[in-house]
């Protein structure tokens, strides 16, 4: 059967501060899906929050981008959002960047990740959503578990993995429209390296297995100080990433976070911190971070879900969340030195530049020495 498989995202309101959205939003949406799936606009559906994120699960046969599924999960959030206004909830309706719909979400403030497949017998999946951070926290997972035998033992041990996989990236800095290169391990290893090195500009939009040319994972890429011109919160990316045969084992998948890689997020989207693997529906505290990332892994057969699997909720991760802690901690002692704090392009939509223009005016030119 083919399925669409689609996860939208989005911030529009918290308690507390950035925390986590209130039990009357999360009731809202969850509400509103099962009123989806009663109408048969959806096969299936489900609400989860990480940190101040409400995530929207759906399954349905519309296809990616459509338009009526897109406006479903954004009429959810103006929902949630009047919600978060009635309980007097901070940053309500945050992520909502357009006064009004046109046609998706893409561009609009919420994060997105589709991807339409033809199911297999058992057809296993993760989604990933993380909260105070960029798209660009997808890079080295992503790349670790489809190309890196480190991580993917099967590059080296199953045959239906050794032709290797497909990387789209995108540009995320060129807004005018998409502007995407296409990618291939092993041959285009060092050429992929060297983009991903940098992932507040180029970030993997999807992942396609070679040999068969089946999408393996699918991430959100919209940032939305290039919407909104200015800070107005965090990304807050998702991911949708298929598992087993001729995919990483969901092991395979999960092995690089256990890096706690550092990412750009945190405070006001602008500290460096470690990424923390964390169970679902975790809040944001410390710093108004750290970054957090929630791991759910689900199966779909007829479009319908199962009931989801907390892949961070095992006692190995409670082993990465205190590195995580240790390393974040060590890099706040830095305070706003870099790069504790982020890199001057980062800061371009922040206060600090307006600081900078202001200081500059400031600035005298000392005489020349004679020659």
Request: a negative charge; proline letters at 5%.
């Amino acid at each position: 059967m083919k399925v669409t498989i689609s996860v939208i995202k989005a911030d529009t309101g918290s308690v507390g501060g950035h925390n986590r959205p209130s039990d009357a939003m999360v009731a809202k949406a969850k509400e509103r899906v099962a009123e989806a799936i009663k109408s048969k606009l959806l096969i299936d559906g489900h609400v989860t929050f990480t940190g101040d994120d409400i995530a929207l699960l759906m399954t349905h046969t519309r296809g990616t981008d459509n338009s009526d599924v897109h406006k479903f999960a954004w009429d959810t959030f103006v929902e949630t959002t009047k919600v978060a206004k009635s309980q007097g909830l901070y940053g309500a309706g945050q992520d909502l960047l357009k006064d009004a719909f046109s046609g998706n979400v893409r561009g609009m403030g919420p994060g997105s990740a589709e991807m339409e497949i033809e199911e297999r017998p058992a057809e296993p999946f993760i989604v990933f959503a993380g909260d105070k951070c960029g798209p660009g926290v997808f890079n080295h997972p992503l790349f670790s578990a489809h190309a890196d035998p480190y991580h993917n033992a099967g590059l080296l041990l199953a045959p239906d993995m050794q032709a290797g996989f497909t990387f789209h990236i995108m540009d995320v800095n060129h807004t005018e429209n998409d502007k995407v290169i296409t990618l291939k391990v092993p041959n285009d290893y060092y050429d992929i390296a060297c983009l991903l090195r940098d992932p507040n500009r180029y970030i993997i939009e999807s992942v396609v297995e070679n040999a068969t040319g089946l999408t393996a994972a699918v991430a959100s890429t919209s940032r939305l100080h290039n919407i909104a011109g200015k800070y107005v919160g965090k990304d807050d990316p998702v991911a949708i990433v298929r598992s087993q045969k001729q995919f990483p084992s969901t092991g395979e998948i999960l092995s690089p976070w256990a890096l706690a890689q550092f990412t750009l997020g945190d405070n006001r989207g602008s500290h460096h911190v470690a990424v923390m693997p964390v169970k679902q529906n975790t809040i944001i505290s410390f710093f108004d971070g750290p970054t957090i990332m929630s791991a759910a892994g689900y199966c779909v057969h007829e479009g319908k879900l199962t009931e989801a699997v907390d892949l961070f909720d095992q006692p190995f991760w409670d082993v990465i969340r205190e590195k995580a802690s240790k390393k974040t901690l060590a890099m706040r002692e830095q305070g706003f030195f870099n790069p504790a704090m982020g890199p001057q392009d980062e800061m371009e939509y922040t206060g600090v530049m307006e600081n900078l223009k202001r200081l500059d005016a400031k600035f005298v030119k000392r005489d020349e020495p004679a020659k």
